[in-house]
Structure formats: structure tokens, C-alpha cells
């Protein structure tokens, strides 16, 4: 796995991921909601988006 996620957008990533997990728990979002935030963190802590593989987009 290549890295392409750049740090601008890492520390977004792990932002809105703790943004819609407090929003879980607090009872605004639905499981979606927290499933997103699992999903952002992890590809945060990775450094590794597959839709960005994908659309071979490279992060800096």
C-alpha cells in the first residue's frame, strides 16, 4: 500500500472522524455515522484511501 493521503488532509480526516463519533454517542447521527467516522480514522491512521487509488489521485 502506497501512501496518498498528505497530512493536510490526515489530520481533517481524523477530525471529522471524532466529530461524527462524539455526534454518535451524543445521539445527533445514526450508525452511519459512526461508521464513517471508523472508516475515516482508519484510512487516516493508514495513510491510504482506496478511493483515492482509485481515481489515482496522490496526496502530498
Do not use: E, Q
Request: charge should be positive.
Amino acid at each position: 500500500m502506497k501512501k496518498n493521503v498528505g497530512k493536510n488532509d490526515r489530520m481533517i480526516r481524523f477530525v471529522v472522524a471524532l466529530v461524527l463519533a462524539v455526534l454518535y454517542f451524543m445521539h445527533v447521527v445514526g450508525i452511519w455515522g459512526l461508521i464513517i467516522a471508523v472508516i475515516m480514522a482508519v484510512t487516516a491512521a493508514l495513510n491510504f484511501c482506496p478511493v483515492y487509488s482509485i481515481l489515482k489521485f496522490k496526496g502530498k
